[in-house]
């Protein structure tokens, strides 16, 4: 059996169409297990967005804010005077 011309390059195209298709399934299986890695970090990456947010929460609460003024000291301030009303002028 004798191969003609076009049939050599029949069989030579459909053997490269083979290897590209091999070598696209080969990329495709790397390129779902990056997808796969980059998911799993978007996932712990907005769960500890999540964790962050609640702490900043709790930084900015009123509760804490009076705490940490409390541990450094300060206390509430007395009433401001005015120089204005008369038994504060006459001093």
Do not use: C, W
């Amino acid at each position: 059996m004798k191969l003609n011309s076009y049939q050599k390059y029949g069989i030579v195209i459909v053997l490269v169409l083979i290897l590209i298709n091999v070598a696209v399934f080969i990329k495709s299986m790397k390129m779902s297990d990056e997808i796969s890695y980059y998911e799993t970090k978007i996932t712990e990456l907005k769960e500890s967005n999540v964790s962050m947010k609640e702490q900043l929460y709790e930084m900015q609460s009123i509760t804490h804010t009076a705490s940490i003024a409390a541990e450094l000291g300060y206390a509430a301030y007395d009433d401001p005077i005015y120089i204005e009303q008369p038994q504060y002028a006459r001093r």
